[in-house]
């Protein structure tokens, strides 16, 4: 009906503009961090021809995120952020969306609302909100202390782990609840009273049903909050000044903004992005192994 | 309005390795209301979509009036077609939607007008003519659809079972007012269903398709009565198809064995010889007392009735093992026979036809009672 | 009707501590009270602490912590307020300039990409598709990495150098694929058939896209445009990666920058007026959206997905 060349033509410009300032900058990044830097006045210089690749920046990288490295803690430290503010947003949301996908009734449309605001609320707002509350005059100090909890202020700014931890969670929860709930709310009403019609008791019929179910969801949301938790920079400099709590992407931002060394953020760059692409890989794995299971019933 | 003939010359259809529509030849002469019927996958909407133009065909030739339009784009080609979902343009108003296609052609101002208020008034859907379709029944839209499609006078209408969305009870009214509206517009209807009561009902000719091919093309009475094979015979209501032997011609009429019984088919292929099939439909089957004798007679059992309301449906195990369907009026009298009695059952030769292909295997007819 | 009303009425018999307390826990014959608890304080965690911060920015007096009274000084009067401070005003500006640059360009970029992969069917398309989904998934950071390293080492990009034009460049990269999401959602569910009966008509192709297609995809273009309005205005990795200095910072960056060293309620008051703006885009993006596919089918289910989770 219509011309062949119709539907190519019209996805060139976009496909023409991701390539040239999407793809074309991951080789900046190689070209950089397989250069060389300027033994003089230390800028960087790239390298553009395969041939001229040198390994030594990456290899000299790769060997300080080895233990006893200098970039192990930081290392340990971002996996441990990492996977424990997704365990405490699995703990946290979970119940959320399962409320909301399977109880809610008439409040339904106004929960999805409050679930979907602060979606659309800069996460910069929700961070300025809590460096307000965590100050040491801030409310939840004089809660604390109004309570008989604390004696005097705690300084939750002051370069503690957990708090970095709970602002990870509450930054990120929200695109871990909602692709979350859109599975739980999928699961078909019937399989359920099936289940229960067979006699399970409700904690039953959840358990080897609605959980394993809600499975694919889960793994969703963790992928979609743990990729760009892993680069996360700001949130650590927001709530805690301190390189005790930093995290691989402070790595990064220190070396292009802090007495710039681009080679090295280059190559760091690329480490965690290989990382990544590992761990996308996996996850892209286990839902075409999902998929092929259920296409076989 | 003349012309309107349109014919497909071996028309091949195929996606990648599975092929849709294998080597189809139909002539339909103009004015004619012609049927595709068969069940889904049978190639019969591919073949009205190449028609229209939104498939290339393969190989083939399709023809309007002599003219090879097989690879001329569907905004060039004088047909038109009523979509099965209606396809009614949600964004425009009923009126807007019928003078599309007028507007394309650039039709004068006051002609769209005039013509848009015509084709309205004939399906009675002017007052309707400011709404919106979303605002209309299924029925309301796809009168809309029709109007929309023959304001623009088309040598030949498509129709893509556009009944398949309404109630029986709609589906029946609309059903007589598209073969009133085709006799009075005079157009070529082409018209796509896997109901055969519907094709039956409408149709000038029927085209019985199965697996991309065309098994029979005919005029529905001889479709039904005269299927020539069992694939037609099967499709077409219950067709009490067994399993025979012939031995070849008798004084007119097929010799055929059927389990220990010898039947005199009157009807198909009478000098065959060989493994064959039988058929004969339900209404034509007779019930007689147990011991009553004569041609074609085969004692059975009855096995089940089934109440319709305007008929008894009498499900008979014969001696040989296979079940028979017979299909009893509603007399107002008692009938004769309960389930366990014994029975003769008659198959009247000249209602008793024997088909060579045994494409189809005969289905044990007790198992599931098709209403037909 | 919930999963527990299926449960055959218990005898009367006495119950154990257990059963009382896990009665109220999970309580078959009504809603599960804890999961309403959980769920509300989830929601008021969620949200309060940015009510409080709202409030805040119109504290009568410095303070972030200590409320002092009611006033809009920092918005209007008080020499540090977002329109005595020129940092501050020229932030603001500077975001929404390059949200509406944004806009202009990722939307019709994202749009042709989203009919090109809609009905494209050869080999390419996998890949183009591909291509369009990886920024969704890329951090920010790298992306930001990425793009000054190619604005200032590669060459010729190397012009472009950092800076306003750099900020629409990468913001444009990261946008398109949130429309081509949106759009290619609606086109799903129209479906073929109006572009086929409006060809079957005589409409050329052409007409086809343009009086048919387009129109029933309308509501879909306005949504994306809103939504890229709000993510543009809420971006704070690329804008700051790619800023060239003082005058190339958004509103995000001041917040971040303020919040790392002094801040005082005008911060809270220029967080509160970007939340403001990318609140009403959305909406006004949904209530378009809504507006036009009133009793169109599929309309929906398809709008909360569409503003919720990006259903890639």
């Given at each position: 009906m219509y011309p062949r060349w119709l539907w190519p033509t019209f996805a060139a410009p976009g496909v023409i503009w991701l390539i040239l300032l999407f793809l074309v900058p991951f080789y900046a990044v190689i070209g950089v961090a397989f250069g060389s830097v300027d033994p003089i006045l230390g800028f960087a210089v790239p390298a553009w021809n395969p041939a001229n690749w040198n390994t030594g920046w990456v290899t000299q990288v790769l060997g300080e995120l080895a233990p006893g490295g200098i970039y192990w803690d930081v290392a340990v430290r971002t996996i441990e952020y990492v996977v424990i503010s997704l365990a405490g947003c699995a703990l946290i949301g979970y119940p959320v969306a399962y409320y909301i996908a399977r109880h809610a009734g008439r409040t339904k449309t106004l929960l999805l609302i409050l679930l979907i605001l602060p979606f659309w609320i800069s996460y910069l707002m929700r961070m300025l909100a809590w460096v307000n509350l965590l100050a040491p005059d801030g409310y939840v100090n004089r809660f604390l202390i109004w309570s008989h909890v604390l004696t005097s202020p705690y300084g939750f700014l002051d370069g503690q782990s957990s708090t970095v931890i709970w602002a990870l969670i509450y930054g990120y929860i929200p695109y871990f609840i909602l692709p979350l709930y859109a599975s739980l709310d999928r699961i078909d009403r019937s399989y359920l009273e099936a289940a229960r019609d067979l006699g399970a008791s409700p904690f039953r019929a959840f358990l080897h049903i609605t959980l394993p179910l809600s499975k694919t969801g889960l793994l969703g949301g963790a992928v979609l909050i743990a990729l760009p938790m892993f680069g996360d920079y700001y949130t650590p400099n927001i709530v805690s000044g301190a390189p005790t709590t930093s995290m691989i992407g402070n790595q990064i931002d220190l070396y292009f903004h802090g007495g710039p060394q681009p080679t090295i953020g280059a190559a760091i760059t690329i480490i965690l992005s290989t990382f990544l692409l590992i761990l996308m890989g996996y996850y892209l794995w286990t839902i075409h192994k999902a998929t092929k299971e259920l296409r076989s019933i | 309005m003349a012309g309107g003939e349109v014919k497909l010359i071996s028309l091949v259809k195929k996606f990648g390795e599975f092929t849709a529509v294998d080597g189809i030849d139909l002539e339909m002469p103009g004015g004619e209301f012609f049927s595709m019927l068969g069940p889904s996958g049978c190639g019969k909407t591919t073949t009205l979509r190449m028609i229209a133009g939104f498939e290339q065909p393969t190989e083939g030739e399709i023809l309007l009036d002599g003219e090879n339009m097989a690879y001329t784009p569907p905004h060039r080609r004088n047909v038109n077609t009523v979509f099965q979902s209606y396809a009614l343009f949600p964004h425009m108003t009923v009126w807007d939607n019928v003078a599309f296609g007028l507007r394309r052609q650039k039709t004068p101002k006051h002609d769209v007008r005039s013509r848009v208020d015509e084709a309205l008034g004939m399906v009675q859907m002017d007052r309707f003519a400011k709404r919106k379709p979303s605002q209309l029944s299924g029925g309301q839209q796809q009168r809309v659809a029709l109007a929309r499609a023959l304001v623009l006078k088309p040598a030949v209408l498509l129709l893509d079972e556009p009944l398949g969305a309404l109630d029986a009870k709609l589906r029946k009214q609309l059903q007589l007012e598209l073969k009133a509206l085709q006799q009075q517009v005079g157009i070529t209807f082409i018209y796509v269903t896997h109901d055969q009561e519907?094709?039956?009902?409408?149709?000038?000719?029927?085209?019985?398709?199965?697996?991309?091919?065309?098994?029979?093309?005919?005029?529905?009475?001889?479709?039904?009565?005269?299927?020539?094979?069992?694939?037609?015979?099967?499709?077409?209501?219950?067709?009490?198809?067994?399993?025979?032997?012939?031995?070849?011609?008798?004084?007119?009429?097929?010799?055929?064995?059927?389990?220990?019984?010898e039947l005199h088919a009157g009807r198909g292929d009478v000098a065959t010889k060989g493994e064959t099939r039988i058929v004969i439909r339900p209404e034509r089957v007779r019930l007689e007392p147990s011991d009553a004798t004569g041609e074609n007679f085969i004692p059975g059992m009855v096995e089940r009735v089934v109440y319709l309301g305007n008929a008894n449906q009498v499900?008979?195990?014969?001696?040989?093992?296979?079940?028979?369907?017979?299909?009893?009026?509603?007399?107002?009298?008692?009938?004769?026979?309960?389930?366990?009695?014994?029975?003769?059952?008659?198959?009247?030769?000249?209602?008793?036809?024997?088909?060579?292909?045994?494409?189809?295997?005969?289905?044990d007819e007790s198992a599931a009672a098709p209403v037909g | 009707?919930?999963?527990?009303?299926?449960?055959?009425?218990?005898?009367?018999?006495?119950?154990?501590?257990?059963?009382?307390?896990?009665?109220?826990?999970?309580?078959?014959?009504?809603?599960?009270?804890?999961l309403v608890l959980i769920t509300w304080a989830y929601m008021v965690w969620a949200i309060v602490p940015v009510i409080i911060a709202v409030q805040f920015s119109f504290n009568d007096g410095r303070s972030r912590t200590v409320w002092q009274g009611f006033s809009t000084q920092w918005y209007w009067s008080n020499p540090d307020s977002i329109w005595n401070n020129a940092e501050l005003r020229d932030a603001l500006v500077h975001s929404l300039t390059l949200a509406a640059w944004d806009v202009l360009i990722a939307v019709p970029l994202g749009v042709t990409l989203a009919l090109g992969l809609a009905r494209w069917r050869s080999r390419g398309s996998g890949g183009a598709n591909f291509l369009m989904l990886f920024p969704l998934v890329t951090p920010e950071i790298v992306m930001g990495v990425s793009l000054l390293l190619l604005f200032t080492q590669l060459p010729p990009f190397t012009h472009i150098h950092t800076g306003g034009l750099a900020q629409v460049l990468g913001h444009v990269t990261f946008s398109i694929s949130y429309v081509v999401v949106i759009v290619r959602g609606r086109m799903f569910s129209i479906g073929r058939e109006y572009e086929e009966a409006a060809a079957d008509l005589g409409a050329s192709p052409g007409v086809a896209l343009w009086k048919v297609l387009l129109p029933l995809l309308m509501p879909a273009i306005v949504a994306s445009a809103a939504i890229v309005f709000a993510i543009s205005i809420d971006d704070f990795v690329i804008s700051q990666w790619l800023s060239s200095g003082p005058s190339t910072t958004t509103v995000p960056m001041e917040i971040y920058d303020a919040t790392r060293a002094a801040p005082t309620p005008a911060t809270n008051a220029i967080a509160t007026v970007m939340v403001i703006v990318t609140l009403t885009s959305v909406v006004a993006g949904f209530l378009v959206w809504r507006a036009f596919t009133r009793g169109q089918h599929g309309a929906k289910q398809s709008t909360m997905r569409d503003f919720a989770a990006f259903d890639v």
């Open positions: - | 519907e094709a039956l009902t409408m149709s000038d000719r029927i085209a019985v398709m199965s697996d991309g091919r065309v098994e029979q093309v005919a005029p529905p009475q001889e479709v039904y009565e005269e299927p020539a094979t069992t694939f037609v015979a099967d499709f077409l209501g219950v067709s009490n198809l067994m399993t025979a032997t012939a031995e070849g011609e008798s004084d007119g009429r097929c010799l055929v064995k059927v389990g220990d019984f499900i008979t195990r014969l001696a040989h093992g296979e079940t028979l369907q017979a299909l009893v009026q509603n007399t107002g009298d008692e009938l004769h026979y309960r389930q366990g009695d014994p029975v003769k059952v008659h198959l009247p030769s000249e209602a008793l036809r024997v088909l060579t292909d045994t494409g189809v295997a005969p289905v | 009707m919930s999963e527990s009303a299926v449960s055959a009425p218990q005898s009367k018999q006495s119950f154990s501590l257990w059963q009382r307390v896990s009665g109220w826990v999970v309580n078959p014959w009504g809603r599960p009270r804890f």
